[in-house]
């Protein structure tokens, strides 16, 4: 390696480092980090300043004057008497803006005065204050509201900032904190004034707004941004709801939003945003324990007044929606998901499921792709034409059935024919998701016959009942779940030369099968991952195949425990 001089800098030093960096077998990743380390423009920049303030030390240049702005001043006064046009230029030229900045910055370097000057505290300071500690905070805002809520202490009667709403303009700035007293705004007094008062005045403020404000006596760290995703499983609107502590806070949402968690500190009320909203800032979401207690109470009040349970709205759909292949016994004893005689202390609510995104990776086996539909969608020729069009990446699950094979048909193609015994038995030992009775046969759906169809790495689609969901919906399968129902319009066309009676007849068709949608929309809804609204079987079809190829390149959005497990 060069010898180096005395006078060599530190500059020059690390180029001559950089250079003799020799490769080792050994410390590869090394050698690799400083030679980036010392390449850094940055760093070069750094170690140029330190030698030019080490010359500046070693030379220790010693000002002529140290208040040459006086001195100018002096010269100012000489222009009393006579000038010379030599005078004159000098004196014009002491006098220009740029010529004294340049002067008091040669002062305050001779005079090193570099530490900060603070303004005196103002004459009118009140002197409740004088033992507080006050602040003083200058924000910016547009039209957008300042992003906190106030209270009034019942015990203090101070205005207390009682919520901080994540991206409004008071969490950017970072400077008020939930518990700081609220004195003044804009200068004005406001201890006085009542909260919707306070609220008016800082909406309606614009472009600047100071605040005088007494910090709280113990300012939390600010929580980092939660990462809490929670997919909502009603609708919500906060202009409709009389509990919420600030309408104008409230975000609306619709049964199927995605909504991230930034705040759970207030047990009653969330702040969240929905994912794929463009405003940043958060707003207030009822919490889960919050909105199960009034669920619970509204389900007790329709208990004793009316004596009427809202889950009885689904108990009519064990016969909506049946398939072509078979129609499930009425009694169907066993079958799983059926819905029960509710008790409102052990009821489930549906309010939020946590959720993240997911994509199946190379060589995890496909999820299962379950439609369900309701009366006129005709989801099995939809599914059967998937499959037909690519066999190689959809299959199907082979029915069971206990009728006889007819000549032209194969086992385990069409169906798997067994015995009535050992069909039973299955039912037994729960083998099948769903099953029913046809003209005196049984016919079923194996879990078997599903993961047959996964494990040659296709995509399997069934189509099921909806209340089989509730057995589907686990980490094994990770179903994605597609909705089919038929467009029906409200003012149908009759058709020409028909007559009335038949015009009625389809009227009547027509409503049992929007009510149909309804009633599966309204009980299984929230399982839904996608509706597809049939208008016709081409655009379905192609509407489909878009859904599935973006179900297997896309990431969704799926429970965590289907995850986590």
């Known amino acids: ?328 016994r009425k009694d169907r004893q066993g079958l799983p998901g059926e819905p029960q005689t509710p008790d409102a202390n052990h009821t489930e609510f549906l309010i939020y499921e946590e959720v993240t995104q997911y994509l199946p990776r190379p060589g995890e086996r496909p999820r299962l792709i379950v439609l369900i539909g309701s009366l006129g969608a005709r989801i099995t020729e939809l599914k059967q034409r998937v499959i037909a069009e690519n066999p190689r990446r959809y299959g199907f699950a082979v029915p069971h059935t206990t009728r006889a094979r007819k000549s032209h048909e194969r086992e385990g193609v069409e169906y798997h024919f067994i015995s009535k015994a050992a069909f039973e038995a299955d039912i037994q030992n729960g083998k099948f998701i769903e099953y029913g009775e046809y003209k005196d046969n049984l016919y079923g759906t194996s879990l078997e016959s599903i993961h047959r169809i996964l494990d040659q790495n296709k995509a399997c689609l069934v189509d099921v009942q909806p209340e089989v969901l509730k057995t589907l919906r686990t980490a094994e399968f990770k179903p994605y779940v597609i909705f089919v129902r038929p467009r029906i319009y409200d003012s149908p066309r009759k058709p020409l030369g028909s007559s009335s009676s038949l015009s009625l007849g389809i009227t009547e068709d027509l409503q049992e099968m929007k009510q149909s949608a309804e009633r599966i929309d309204e009980c299984y809804g929230h399982w839904v991952d996608y509706v597809l609204v049939k208008e016709d079987p081409g655009s379905a079809l192609a509407e489909l195949q878009v859904v599935l190829e973006r179900v297997q390149t896309e990431p969704q959005w799926v429970p965590v425990c289907w995850v986590r497990s």
């Open 1 to 328: 390696m060069p010898i180096l001089s005395a006078s060599t800098g530190l500059h020059e030093t690390l180029a001559l480092l950089t250079s003799q960096l020799h490769p080792d077998a050994n410390h590869k990743e090394d050698l690799v980090f400083l030679k980036d380390v010392f390449s850094e423009k940055s760093l070069g920049y750094l170690m140029k300043i330190h030698d030019k303030l080490r010359q500046y030390e070693k030379h220790s240049p010693t000002p002529v004057l140290h208040s040459a702005s006086c001195l100018a001043e002096d010269v100012e006064e000489l222009q009393n008497g006579a000038l010379e046009d030599d005078e004159r230029e000098l004196l014009l030229l002491l006098s220009t803006p740029h010529f004294k900045a340049v002067l008091a910055a040669h002062d305050t370097v001779a005079q090193k005065n570099f530490d900060p000057v603070l303004p005196p505290l103002p004459e009118d300071l009140d002197d409740d204050l004088e033992e507080e500690s006050v602040k003083i905070v200058r924000l910016v805002k547009n039209k957008e509201p300042l992003g906190a809520t106030i209270r009034r202490d019942e015990v203090t009667g101070a205005v207390i900032v009682a919520r901080i709403m994540r991206g409004g303009a008071a969490d950017r700035s970072g400077l008020v904190h939930v518990g700081d007293e609220l004195r003044e705004v804009n200068g004005n007094l406001i201890t006085h004034k009542r909260p919707d008062e306070i609220s008016q005045i800082l909406s309606q403020s614009q472009g600047s707004i100071t605040l005088k404000i007494i910090p709280a006596v113990a300012e939390e760290d600010k929580l980092k941004e939660s990462r809490v995703y929670l997919r909502a499983l009603f609708d919500y609107t906060p202009y409709e709801d009389k509990a919420t502590p600030c309408q104008e806070a409230g975000l609306p949402f619709k049964r199927g939003d995605i909504l991230q968690v930034v705040s759970q500190e207030d047990a009653t009320w969330w702040q969240a945003k929905r994912v794929g909203d463009c405003n940043l800032r958060a707003a207030l979401v009822p919490s889960t324990q919050f909105q199960e207690r009034r669920l619970r109470y509204r389900m007790k009040m329709r208990f004793q007044y009316v004596g009427l349970c809202p889950s009885y709205l689904c108990s009519s759909l064990t016969t909506v929606g049946l398939r072509r292949s078979f129609r499930l």
